[in-house]
């Protein structure tokens, strides 16, 4: 594989050379593919034009170029993705089917009027990747245990929560092939239609013609749906409808934007949902994040008592929190007993970023008899998170720490990503 490096080179050789610019275009997705980047941006500044993959969640600047030329190239990407070459006024977005390196791919293309010129978003889907599995979603036993016993009911709601990025779609999408059977009818509407699915009927929003979540919702209901997969609850009106399908025997599932599992109860009431139609219809809320992987080349094993004082009583703390023998009982026992760590050196498989991919991390809130009464109450998310707690749910930063006791992860990202959820 080439190095970031190297294909920094390739591209500066292309561009620079003002070669044609369907080979300057094809070689900037061809490279973003070859690295794995997920976006590619392409943002005219004052002066000159930047070209920057999101790799492994993070922006990095692949080369800047001069600004004439960006006119040309982004127009040959509006032709590649049938928009309107002269429409520079207003955004415009679809997409590119393309297939590199025996790869098909999907380019969601966005365009948005910048005081420079117009700024180019693509968002790399590749349709050649299977839906994983829950299990290959690195999801700790208990979460895991929870999340299969209540998809496998015929109604209730689950909620997905955790801001944009996260990879809520990915659960979602790994749910429902586990509920993709032949006597079920499974419906779904998304913004965009990422990963199509066989035998699921799949739709996407289009608020330009008011095809919005809330009046799909209505027209599904009249389609004999077992299951409703909902890309995400922006409103009262759509939350409202959500959890009537759930009272009628709908299973429901969808996203929200929360920062914790126990805030997306709090968020639900104040979007006017009466607090005793939450125990009816919801039973468990599942916050997620992701965090990069530690490069398996270059990580180094460390003694916990190498880190510092603050970060070992963040850790014994964060532990604390959850009965020591629901852990101890578990594959964490030998780990407990000598636990080490891992971190980073130099590597040049990652480029000297320390890390590879990503792992998911869950908090897995169940609606439990406490929760319930807290919630009739009108209970504060942080009330509501501390009961779940002693009810033996695991915390994101506890199930952070369990993945960097795996070796997957370093406590350095852990701290750096978020600090403790639990107050």
């Known amino acids: 594989m080439s190095t970031y490096k190297e294909i920094i080179e390739n591209l500066k050789n292309i561009i620079f050379k003002w070669d044609d610019i369907q080979s300057i275009c094809d070689n900037i997705i061809l490279w973003a593919v070859i690295w794995s980047a997920s976006d590619i941006h392409i943002e005219p500044l004052s002066s000159f ?211 914790s599992a126990s805030e997306t109860l709090t968020r639900v009431i104040q979007m006017w949902v009466q607090p005793f139609l939450i125990p009816a219809s919801f039973n468990i809320v599942i916050a997620q994040r992701l965090i990069r992987r530690l490069c398996p080349h270059c990580k180094k094993e460390i003694w916990i008592n190498d880190l510092d004082k603050n970060t070992l009583t963040d850790i014994k703390n964060a532990l604390s929190l959850t009965d020591k023998n629901e852990l101890m009982s578990r594959v964490w026992a030998d780990k407990l007993k000598n636990p080490t760590f891992y971190t980073h050196i130099w590597c040049e498989h990652c480029d000297n970023t320390w890390y590879k991919w990503r792992v998911w991390l869950y908090e897995v809130l169940e609606i439990t008899d406490w929760v319930k009464q807290m919630v009739l109450d009108w209970q504060s998310a942080f009330a509501i998170n501390k009961q779940a707690i002693k009810d033996w749910m695991i915390s994101l930063e506890q199930d952070w720490i369990m993945k960097a006791l795996n070796w997957d992860t370093s406590i350095e990202e852990v701290y750096s990503v978020a600090k403790t959820q639990n107050g």
């Open 49 to 259: 034009v930047r070209l920057r993959y999101r790799i492994d969640w993070e922006l990095r600047e692949v080369l800047e170029y001069q600004s004439f030329l960006h006119s040309q190239i982004i127009a040959r990407f509006k032709i590649m993705s049938d928009l309107k070459i002269d429409e520079s006024r207003i955004p415009q977005d679809w997409r590119i089917s393309k297939t590199i390196e025996q790869k098909p791919l999907d380019l969601r293309v966005s365009s948005l009027p910048t005081v420079h010129w117009e700024k180019l978003v693509m968002r790399i889907v590749d349709k050649s990747k299977k839906i994983p599995t829950l299990e290959q979603l690195w999801i700790i036993w208990k979460n895991l245990d929870l999340i299969n016993k209540w998809i496998s009911l015929p109604n209730w709601i689950i909620l997905t929560s955790w801001p944009t990025w996260s990879g809520k779609s990915t659960t979602l999408y790994s749910c429902l092939t586990i509920l993709n059977k032949d006597d079920v009818n499974i419906m779904t509407l998304e913004d965009p239609v990422e990963n199509q699915v066989d035998w699921i009927n799949q739709s996407q929003v289009r608020p330009d013609i008011w095809y919005s979540f809330a009046n799909w919702l209505r027209t599904a209901l009249r389609q004999d749906p077992d299951i409703i997969m909902v890309w995400e609850i922006r409103d009262k009106e759509t939350v409202e409808i959500a959890v009537e399908a759930s009272l009628t025997w709908h299973l429901v599932l969808s996203t929200i934007h929360t920062n």
